[in-house]
């Protein structure tokens, strides 16, 4: 396994502008997820693909954000007109089919700073 | 929304000694899980338990599914430098396999 692939590793933007995150899941896992993680705080669930087919969406995923894996193998996700509160740790993980609950396996995260 | 509650926030220890820490919750959870997170990475899987009752163990930890499935907890054992950073417990009881709600976390710091 090379690994869970995340980029870029650091984004600051501006309040307003818009952002791409890009991350590269474990290449025989077709489940990918993408969570937010703030100081102090745990991982939050945002979003979940299997395959190319977005299955699951937090109400934390404003219409802001849009992710998409249209191969299904990467994904980005986009925030549009940053807020300063979207300032955060965005992890993407990924897991095997037919693999127990829970076990992600993670990126090393993107870390977001909104001026 | 559903919450997590872990203790203790954070600890020191002596190298050696062993930890506890645990997790509750006010609703019930079908799996708990155990990350670790070290700083600027990623969390990773320390241990995965799916039964009320279940005791397991990953080398010097171990951690066990409380049996009202509202809580876990998590030891190590003869604690060691690398040990240090932030344990994270998280919970599945709906949604995707990968939807996990997680606590604040314990950050352990070790005495060398």
């Known amino acids: 396994d090379t690994g869970v692939s995340q980029n870029p590793r650091h984004k600051i933007t501006k309040r307003g502008q818009n952002v791409t995150f890009r991350c590269d899941p474990i290449s025989e896992h077709n489940r990918l997820y993408w969570y937010r993680q703030t100081l102090g705080q745990g991982p939050e669930f945002l979003t979940y693909?299997?395959?190319?087919?977005?299955?699951?969406k937090s109400r934390l995923l404003s219409d802001r954000f849009s992710a998409e894996r249209p191969k299904g193998s990467f994904s980005t996700l986009e925030i549009q007109r940053t807020e300063q509160g979207d300032s955060a740790m965005y992890l993407c993980a990924s897991s095997r089919p037919a693999v127990g609950t829970g076990e992600l396996f993670f990126g090393e995260g993107s870390r977001l700073t909104v001026l | 929304g559903q919450q997590l509650n872990q203790s203790p926030q954070s600890m020191f220890i002596q190298e050696g000694e062993d930890v506890s820490m645990n997790c509750t919750s006010s609703?019930?959870?079908?799996?708990w899980l155990w990350y670790k997170q070290d700083p600027g990475e990623g969390p990773v899987l320390l241990i995965a338990?799916?039964?009320?009752?279940e005791l397991t163990s990953n080398g010097r930890l171990t951690a066990q599914f409380g049996i009202t499935r509202k809580d876990s907890f998590l030891n190590i054992s003869a604690s060691i430098p690398s040990d240090v950073g932030i344990y994270f417990c998280a919970g599945h009881n709906g949604g995707s396999q990968g939807n996990l709600i997680f606590g604040k976390g314990t950050k352990l710091s070790v005495k060398p």
């Open positions: 338990l799916y039964k009320a009752g």
């Open positions: 609703s019930i959870f079908n799996t």
């Open positions: 693909f299997q395959n190319e087919a977005q299955l699951e």
